[in-house]
C-alpha cells in the first residue's frame, strides 16, 4: 500500500514558478511509477508528467515540456514537480498517483492504483 500527501500549492502570478512535492509512504516506493495530473475547473483531469522507479523513464505532455520538471528523491521517498513559466491555463488542483511499473510511466491516469488528496494551483493573469 503506497499512501501519497501533495503539497506546495498557492497563488502564483503568470510567469512565476512553483515546486510541487509528493511524499509516499511505504517501503516499496522506488518500484512504482509517479505521475504528475491536473484537473482545472470545469474540465476533466488531465496527465502532465511522469516518472518510472529508479532509472525509469520520464515523460511530459506537450502543453508541459519545457515549462515543468518531474524528479524524484529516493531517499526522501519524495517526487517533485518543478513548475516554471506558469500560465493561467495551469491553474487546478495538482494530484500525484503511483502505479505499479518499476520503469515504465504513463502520462494517462489508467492504471494507477493509489491517489493523493490533491493541492491547489492558482495562477493569475
Known amino acids: 500500500q503506497v499512501q501519497l500527501v501533495e503539497s506546495g500549492g498557492g497563488l502564483v502570478q503568470a510567469g512565476g514558478s512553483l515546486r510541487l512535492s509528493c511524499a509516499a509512504s511505504?517501503?516499496?516506493?522506488?518500484?512504482?511509477?509517479i505521475g504528475w495530473f491536473r484537473q482545472a475547473p470545469g474540465k476533466e483531469r488531465e496527465g502532465l508528467a511522469c516518472?518510472?522507479?529508479?532509472?525509469?523513464?520520464?515523460q511530459y505532455v506537450d502543453s508541459v515540456t519545457g515549462r515543468f520538471t518531474i524528479s524524484r528523491d529516493h531517499t526522501k521517498n519524495t517526487v517533485y514537480l518543478e513548475m516554471s513559466t506558469l500560465r493561467p491555463e495551469d491553474t487546478g488542483v495538482y494530484y500525484c498517483?503511483?502505479?505499479?511499473?518499476?520503469?515504465?510511466?504513463?502520462?494517462?491516469?489508467?492504471?494507477?492504483?493509489?491517489w493523493g488528496q490533491g493541492t491547489q494551483v492558482t495562477v493569475s493573469s
Open positions: 511505504g517501503r516499496t516506493f522506488s518500484s512504482y511509477a
Open positions: 516518472s518510472g522507479g529508479i532509472g525509469g523513464i520520464k
Open positions: 498517483a503511483a502505479g505499479p511499473w518499476a520503469q515504465y510511466c504513463a502520462v494517462v491516469s489508467v492504471g494507477y492504483e493509489h
